[in-house]
């Protein structure tokens, strides 16, 4: 299972990239286009972003996270780059 969350992780934060670079980049120049992608991008990335969640739950008894690196680990989803963060730090064993 820590597999599948060190894929998902890495997954969620392409995911929230893609879905930043949609916003900055192609919302001001083509906002048809932006409108267009934005629901299966937002969509992915929603899913992988509660897959991450349930599957940190999941993994912190297993893991033995104590409480400060498990709220990293769950901070980490809600900024840009750090999933790559908790993948270098956290899952470097996988």
């Known amino acids: 299972m820590l597999k599948i969350f060190k894929v998902i992780a890495i997954l969620e ?3 929230y990239l893609v ?6 980049f192609i919302k001001p120049t083509n906002l048809a286009l932006y409108k267009t992608l ?3 991008i937002g969509m992915s990335h929603g899913i992988l972003f509660i897959g991450y969640i349930i599957l940190a739950f999941l993994l912190k008894k297993s893991q033995k996270w104590d409480f ?3 709220i990293i680990i769950l ?3 809600l900024i840009p780059l750090g999933t790559f963060y908790v993948d270098k730090k956290y899952l470097k064993n996988v």
């Open 13 to 15: 934060g392409i995911s």
């Open 19 to 24: 879905l930043f670079s949609n916003m900055l």
């Open 38 to 40: 934005l629901y299966p």
């Open 68 to 70: 400060k690196n498990f």
């Open 75 to 77: 901070i980490a989803s």
